[in-house]
């Protein structure tokens, strides 16, 4: 206790001494000490202010490093090959790619440095949302977990169409809906969207947590502080009640950087390099008179003790900021990822290793991109055919040729029996020196066409044009493949799909979609064609309704006789009003899907008919009506055999489960609810059911299930939830992934596919 009048001593017979010093002064110059002391006063006020903007300074130093912190990292993800897996693919499926993308935002967001909530992926498309919790739907993220006056789901989905890069939306207080059912507070947040230009069906939304972040970045003792955007509109405000008038924020705006004073306020402001806002700090007029009171009092007490302690810790920290900084800039200047950063402060040791990592995959990388070029060009144009829109910018504007129109065309190989024979190598190359002699012989007539394998047995080339003069010369072209090609039609042969037209190059995936609709045009032969005229939007059916109507009636009967001669007449009007491979894979698959319905009507076993390749499979590698002929010739003798056999024997413990399976299939059903029923164990009743229907029991409930849901799905405009409540599937999710597992189609797009059918027809 002594210590402290004994300090007040020492410090006061110094002020003591200064004290008679200005008295000495003061009388012999009274009043050059009146201008002194006004000076000094004066002076003291203007440190005040500056003090107030050095604390305003280090404030938005603070929120600009934090938002450019965030946007690195953001760009980071874009760039993250997982995030490249699920803009291909974000559906339920690819559950353990939304699992590893969940859990490095839920690491990145742990960071208590950045003072993240949550990020967000949004997928436009698919309507898919992803974060550190894991994948869910757009509606429920937005309605649920992120509850906001300002930002409902309709504001999210109205991004997509804003074109921006980057903005930071001002804060707001968010809620979310707890497991409970109850709504509880999630607090202020900062919205930031990041888009990409190259893909913009999805952005990044990242959530800030603005109270941790004022609590972090505002050093002042007063608490009255905004931010506003370049229009004076408040993006954040810690205290609303002391907010300063709209005009003068959009003053403050306008003028960048500086301070002023109204009433009894004084305002400091400046604009963020980055972000463009104007952050404001408010401070009342008495605070800063109380502040040049108290530094008259304390300044000679503690100026000498401030200023040697200044120095101190400004060497030691110049020192230590200064060697890891050096060490960054000279590990980046010579692009040496294995310079080491001195080890102390934690922070600087992340990133010097994350400067060092990103150094040495950006070399891999460049060493990488250099060798692929001409892969990278392919993939870039199949992106564009396709309209994919990739967040990657590997694959640069400069490598394809985007300025020219164009003529595009797609030959579609078709490999015979005889090609089969050959040996694997063989096979397995055909599809590669086909598209390179294809190159071949496009570079003789065009300059620098391009020829790349866009599937198995599908290869496209681009013939790049300024004039219409070129299109005799392609014709020309494309007439020569055909001749050489139509030699080994034993082994292969092609149909080459072009429009004669030249498209521009906005017109890439237009282009190539009908193109690719023009190949079901080709007639069943083993010519190579080539088809120029565009698909037409309908075809009059060829076989009349009543010759089809006997067809099913005498094969329920099992009339086989009966059945093969209506087979042989629809399949020779197809071929006589020479029917297009459209129209002939549309009554082949409409005929086996009929035929197997009327065999699962019959609770016939299917899996032999079915066997190891599914019908609609071979009916895919049907090219001529002869092989057409074939294959139903098989296909409906074994469903005749299948009538047969059903007819004459019957189980009275099969037929009993499936028929309560039937009438209860949209009630809870299980293997041991079945298996209590029945008085069996669920061991036996698996192996049962299994032999005697020749699929699993939780398979046979699914397709029963999903029948009906058809059926459901087409007859009537129930909602999705109620048509998985009707057939036991009471979670709308669970039935959704349940029908596109067995469909391979969502229920939403089985039910328009149809919808559309029935109107063309």
């Given at each position: ?383 564009k055919l396709k309209n994919i829109y990739s967040s990657q910018h590997d694959v640069h504007e400069d490598l394809l040729e985007m300025d020219k129109p ?75 493949l055909r001749t050489i090609f139509d030699r080994d039609r034993a082994y292969c042969f092609l149909t080459i799909a072009v429009h004669p037209v030249l ?259």
């Open positions: 206790m002594w210590k402290r009048p004994y300090t007040f001593l020492k410090n006061n017979s110094l002020f003591h001494r200064l004290m008679l010093s200005f008295l000495l002064i003061i009388i012999l110059q009274v009043s050059f000490n009146f201008l002194s002391f006004s000076y000094f006063k004066t002076g003291i006020r203007d440190e005040i202010v500056k003090y107030n903007s050095l604390n305003l300074n280090n404030t938005v130093e603070s929120y600009e490093k934090q938002f450019q912190l965030i946007e690195n990292l953001i760009v980071g993800l874009y760039f993250d090959d997982k995030m490249t897996v699920l803009q291909k693919d974000n559906s339920a499926k690819n559950f353990m790619s939304v699992n590893q993308f969940s859990q490095d935002l839920l690491r990145m967001t742990s960071n208590p440095m950045l003072n993240l909530e949550n990020i967000v992926i949004y997928f436009n498309d698919s309507s898919i949302t992803v974060d550190k919790d894991g994948g869910g739907i757009a509606a429920e993220t937005f309605n649920n977990a992120y509850i906001s006056m300002d930002y409902n789901q309709a504001f999210w989905q109205e991004q997509f169409r804003q074109s921006y890069r980057y903005r930071i939306f001002p804060a707001a207080e968010f809620r979310m809906l707890s497991t409970d059912q109850k709504v509880v507070p999630r607090g202020k947040l900062f919205p930031i969207v990041f888009k990409n230009s190259v893909n913009n069906q999805v952005y990044l939304i990242a959530f800030l947590n603005a109270d941790k972040a004022f609590a972090a970045f505002h050093h002042s003792i007063n608490e009255n502080f905004y931010i506003v955007d370049g229009q004076g509109n408040t993006v954040y405000a810690n205290n609303p009640a002391k907010q300063p008038e709209h005009a003068d924020l959009l003053a403050f705006a306008a003028a960048g950087e500086g301070n002023s004073s109204k009433n009894n306020d004084y305002f400091f402001y400046k604009k963020g390099s980055e972000s463009g806002l104007t952050y404001i700090n408010v401070i009342p007029n008495e605070n800063i008179t109380a502040q040049v009171r108290r530094m008259n009092t304390e300044l000679l007490l503690i100026l000498g003790f401030v200023v040697l302690i200044s120095i101190v810790i400004s060497i030691v920290l110049s020192a230590k900021f200064n060697s890891p900084i050096r060490k960054i800039v000279e590990s980046i200047q010579k692009r040496n990822p294995n310079n080491p950063v001195p080890a102390g402060i934690r922070e600087f040791t992340i990133i010097g290793d994350t400067i060092g990592s990103m150094i040495q995959t950006a070399q891999h990388t460049s060493t990488d991109l250099r060798k692929k070029d001409s892969l990278l060009k392919n993939y870039g144009y199949i992106n164009f003529y595009l065309i797609i030959f579609s190989l078709s490999f015979t029996k005889a090609f089969q024979q050959l040996p694997d190598a063989d096979q397995k190359k055909a599809s590669l020196y086909i598209s390179e002699f294809i190159q071949l012989q496009f570079s003789k007539s065009f300059d620098d066409p391009v020829t790349m394998q866009i599937e198995k047995q599908m290869i496209l080339s681009l013939i790049f044009s300024d004039t219409e003069q070129q299109q005799t010369k392609l014709t020309g072209a494309l007439e020569q498209r521009s190059s906005s017109e890439f995936t237009t282009a190539y979609e009908e193109t690719l609709e023009m190949l079901q045009q080709r007639e069943l032969n083993a010519d190579t064609q080539i088809i120029t005229k565009p698909m037409p939007e309908s075809f009059h059916p060829l076989i009349p309704v009543s010759l089809e109507q006997e067809f099913y009636v005498h094969l329920q009967a099992g009339n086989e006789s009966t059945v093969m001669d209506h087979m042989k007449r629809m399949l020779l009007l197809l071929d006589k009003n020479n029917a297009n491979v459209y129209q002939f894979t549309q009554f082949s698959r409409e005929t086996v899907s009929r035929t197997i319905k009327t065999l699962s009507a019959a609770n016939a076993d299917i899996s032999g008919l079915l066997g190891t390749e599914s019908p609609y499979q071979k009916l895919k590698e049907c090219a001529t009506v002869d092989e057409y002929a074939q294959f139903f010739g098989d296909f409906l003798k074994q469903s005749i055999a299948l009538i047969h056999e059903k007819k004459s024997g019957q189980d009275p413990l099969k037929d009993s489960i499936l028929e309560y399976l039937s009438r209860h299939f949209g009630e809870e059903v299980s293997l041991e609810s079945i298996a209590g029923r029945f008085n069996l164990s669920s061991g036996y009743l698996s192996i049962y059911f299994k032999e005697k229907t020749g699929t699993n029991f939780v398979q046979y409930l699914n397709e029963l299930r999903i029948t009906k849901a058809k059926e459901l799905l087409l007859s009537t405009n129930m909602k999705m939830l109620d048509i998985g409540t009707q057939v036991g599937v009471p979670n709308a999710n669970s039935f959704i992934r349940l029908f596109k597992k067995v469909t391979g189609f969502p229920p939403g797009e089985y039910r328009r596919m149809h919808s559309m059918e029935e109107e063309s027809d």
